[in-house]
């Protein structure tokens, strides 16, 4: 019998191969691309794309995948959160017909439009609660600790800490045919940052709603931070494939659903898998194009044990 004190965790499996089941484009031209080129539109030196234009080097236009959203999705960006350092670019470069990103204090007015806000507001749902009837008007609230409460180092983020029992609690039965709303906001910037732009009035007028338990891959570290911060793009990624299953279902051939989840998340999805075209099957995978490409550099010079950002604690 295996001693239970060699057993791997789950947490630990994943990090072995942590885009297992995800379906996303190979990325053999990323490895080809040698030395820096010119951006086509500010000129300025770049490796793969510009994070400034979000648009690709001229080697690679017209050859990334391009992911369909949806809805529309608006990063608001904190004005020194570092271009370079943040993943919200992907999802402007590999969505970028519904994609937008904006640099705070200059942000849409959303007074008139079906959209929410993915954070840990006081009064924030879950998005089975917004899927299953909650209006945008009406939202409940979620948790009760005021922000400012927290324990130190400890990170609402944009993650649940508490898993629905049964289908019943999450509204997986139900299938939708249209979404409750036409437009989701993220905040581009540290944790810090994102609670001093949360305190703008137009942002705080947003429902919030908040996604479930998902381990990051981000090698950048936040310090005193758990492994629940999420990059934007992973954030962004975890909402959309929420959604798509509490609307659509899940396909039963999809395999990187695990990897989206805790283990005990996981429990949720008995029942949950339908034939339906419009499954969840990776349609957003390819989100995670760019950062799967630079997770894999940076594991070409690191051990992913030695990586501060993969020391941080679970709880």
């Known amino acids: 019998m295996a001693n239970p004190k060699n057993r791997k965790t789950d947490q630990q499996c994943i990090d ?65 959160e570092i271009d370079g350092k943040s993943t919200a670019g992907h999802a402007a ?11 705070y204090p200059d942000i849409p007015d959303y007074t008139n439009e ?3 806000m993915i954070f840990p507001g006081q009064n924030a749902i879950s998005v089975s609660q917004l899927v299953s009837g909650e209006t945008v008007q009406s ?21 649940m800490q508490t898993i629905p029992k049964t289908r019943e609690e999450t509204g997986f039965s139900q299938r939708v045919s249209k979404l409750p709303i ?38 950048r570290h936040q310090k005193g931070s758990p492994r629940w911060y999420l990059a934007t793009i992973e954030a962004i990624h975890q909402f959309l494939l929420e959604i798509h299953l509490h609307s659509w279902g899940l396909n039963p051939n999809y395999k990187g659903i695990r990897n989206c989840f805790t283990e005990k998340g996981l429990e949720q999805f008995d029942g949950l898998y339908s034939e339906n075209s419009q499954a969840y099957n990776g349609q957003y995978d390819n989100l995670l194009y760019f ?5 894999e550099v940076i594991h070409t010079y690191y051990q992913h044990e030695d990586l501060y950002a993969y020391k941080r604690r679970l709880k």
Not at 35 to 51: D, E, I, M, Q, T
Not at 192 to 210: G, N, W
Not at 291 to 295: A, E, G, S
């Open 16 to 80: 072995e191969n942590p885009f297992d089941g995800f379906l996303i484009d190979d990325n053999a031209i990323l490895n080809s691309i040698e030395g820096r080129h010119p951006c086509p539109k500010c000129a300025k030196s770049r490796k793969l794309f510009c994070y400034s234009c979000f648009i690709p080097i001229a080697p690679l236009e017209g050859k990334l995948p391009n992911v369909k959203l949806p809805l529309k999705i608006d990063i608001i960006k904190h004005k020194h």
């Open 93 to 103: 470069l590999l969505a970028s017909n519904d994609v937008n990103i904006y640099t």
């Open 114 to 116: 079906a959209v929410v």
């Open 139 to 159: 939202l409940q609230q979620f948790q009760s600790q005021p922000l400012d409460q927290l324990p130190p180092g400890y990170n609402r983020s944009t993650l």
């Open 182 to 219: 036409s437009k989701a906001v993220f905040i581009d910037s540290t944790w810090h940052q994102c609670k001093s732009i949360y305190k703008d009035e137009k942002i705080r007028a947003i429902p919030c709603v908040v996604i479930q338990n998902r381990v990051s891959q981000f090698w």
């Open 291 to 295: 950062f799967k490409h630079m997770y």
